[in-house]
């Protein structure tokens, strides 16, 4: 028998957890108030489907103690605890979810109970179940038979409709708090005499995601040889010291490009699971802020936080975890703030290049029409004075604006067919490139902006997993992470549209 299984409460007594619903259902319990349904909301893990169980073995128990809990001794009792019982029915929507099961419910429970006073049905995760299920159960939880009692459990009561919520008696499961966790652990731990060490404790806690039910199984699995330390967790899940957190967060925020560096290749060589690097990370950053060290790097602190986060929520649609993690680290300490320098980033994309060369040429441009404006400008004062105009010598001074444009023309064409090209070839994904190519595209500070002609256009392209295919798109091709924003804008004429689309095919 699993530990979990072990140490899982029998009576109300041993339930410390929910103290506000153990006290309500023991009133209601000790006055002979029982509500013919009970609904039980909360997170997983909070002992919703135990608290259920208790309730249930309550109702039937043959021998009640004096301060209300089940003997446990009791035929009724032993029955159910070696899940024999028929009169206590557990039931999991999410693999019973259709009318069929409920019909088939709600006829079985027309009968008598076999052995005990009550039928009790308990319905784990009774969100799953469909809407017609629900519209079938309706009507027998309004008016259920006095032999049957219904208790439902759920993690997401948005899912439950009010119809059923408000034909039940609803009690809320708060969450399991850390230290909670970490005394439980400890009492288990001294009944199975187990030395375990308290940082081991505490980083279970945060591990489980204060979910009892897998911290006590994290505990069991790493309990070796009656001995639980912090070196065993660290090394099996190939974790990282506070320490190495620590200079890992101060590189980044002073952007020391070299040492940050230096950390990614050692996180390398330890094969870390990137989704539990990043929370804990995200705790170290919590710490920090909560404790109030170094009040003057907090803006810097909350980038970094919203850094995390961004990775984090990244993490599932990559499939290199660690590569998304090195990219945004590189991307973080190389962003515009400073210099981008050789000894750091070896290779300059061709688009940074096209970015520099496209504001140089608008600087061109600028300087080139200064000398009409002030011509313009002396005529105009000369016609208000009716003087002749003084002959205004013209600069002689060569600038290289077809030189400058033709590097930016090539650079913006090359990168546009590309993209374009490889969009084509995706079948799925023709009416992308079918915009793109009737569209207009500039790339300048890491974004690529997409100016459409028309609504139509618009809406395809603005849509949030378009922007996104393309952004992935951009970063296959041309090793480029940037934002795609798009913008209708009325330019062109749009009878050439058509045209556009031929060429595109």
Not at 210 to 230: M, T
Request: with cysteine.
């Amino acid at each position: 028998m699993s530990l979990y299984q072990k140490y899982r409460p029998k009576d109300f007594d041993s339930l410390v957890w929910q103290e506000f619903v153990k006290i309500s259902l023991k009133n209601a319990l000790e006055q002979n108030r029982l509500a013919w349904a009970y609904l039980f909301y909360g997170s997983r893990g909070t002992w919703k489907t135990t608290t259920a169980r208790i309730l249930a073995k309550w109702m039937n128990c043959l021998d009640l103690k004096k301060d209300g809990n089940p003997c446990l001794e009791c035929a009724n009792c032993m029955a159910f605890e070696r899940e024999e019982l028929l009169d206590i029915i557990e039931i999991d929507a999410a693999s019973n979810t259709w009318i069929e099961n409920i019909r088939d419910l709600i006829e079985k429970a027309q009968f008598q109970p076999n052995q005990s006073k009550y039928k009790v049905y308990i319905i784990d995760e009774v969100h799953g179940l469909s809407k017609w299920a629900f519209n079938a159960l309706l009507k027998t939880l309004e008016e259920p038979p006095v032999h049957v009692k219904f208790i439902l459990a759920t993690t997401e009561i948005h899912k439950v409709p009010e119809t059923i919520i408000s034909r039940t008696q609803r009690y809320d499961f708060k969450r399991i708090t850390e230290k909670d966790i970490i005394d439980r652990l400890k009492f288990i731990a001294h009944s199975e005499n187990i030395v375990a060490e308290e940082p081991a404790l505490s980083l279970i806690a945060r591990l489980s995601r204060w979910w009892l039910r897998d911290a006590i199984a994290f505990f069991e699995q790493y309990s070796i040889g009656w001995n639980l330390k912090l070196d065993y967790l660290k090394d099996n899940l190939q974790l990282v010291w506070d320490e190495f957190l620590k200079e890992l967060v101060t590189n980044l925020v002073n952007k020391s490009r070299k040492e940050a560096i230096a950390n990614i290749d050692f996180l390398k060589t330890k094969w870390i699971d990137v989704k539990v690097f990043l929370e804990e990370l995200t705790f170290y950053l919590h710490n920090l802020l909560l404790n109030w060290e170094n009040p003057d790097k907090v803006k810097e602190y909350m980038e970094l936080y919203d850094l995390f986060l961004e990775i984090y929520a990244r993490l599932k649609f990559v499939p290199n975890t660690f590569m998304l993690l090195e990219f945004s680290f590189i991307k973080y300490l190389t962003w515009i703030k400073g210099p981008i320098k050789d000894e750091y980033v070896p290779e300059i994309k061709k688009e940074v290049r096209w970015a520099i060369a496209q504001e140089k040429t608008k600087e061109v441009e600028s300087t080139a029409k200064i000398p009409e404006i002030e011509t313009v400008q002396a005529i105009s004062e000369a016609k208000i004075k009716d003087e002749p105009v003084a002959a205004i010598e013209p600069i002689e001074e060569e600038i290289p604006v077809r030189e400058v444009k033709k590097v930016s023309e090539n650079a913006k064409r090359f990168e546009i067919d590309t993209l374009i090209d490889s969009i084509r070839k995706d079948k799925w994904k023709w009416f992308v490139a079918m915009s793109l190519k009737s569209s207009k595209l500039s790339f300048k500070d890491w974004e690529l902006s997409i100016y459409v002609n028309n609504k139509f256009n618009f809406d395809k392209i603005a849509a949030p997993d378009t922007r996104a295919y393309i952004g992935e798109k951009m970063q296959e091709l041309f090793s480029l992470d940037a934002n795609v924003s798009v913008m209708l804008d009325g330019w062109g004429n749009t009878s050439d549209i058509m045209a556009d689309v031929m060429d595109v095919f």
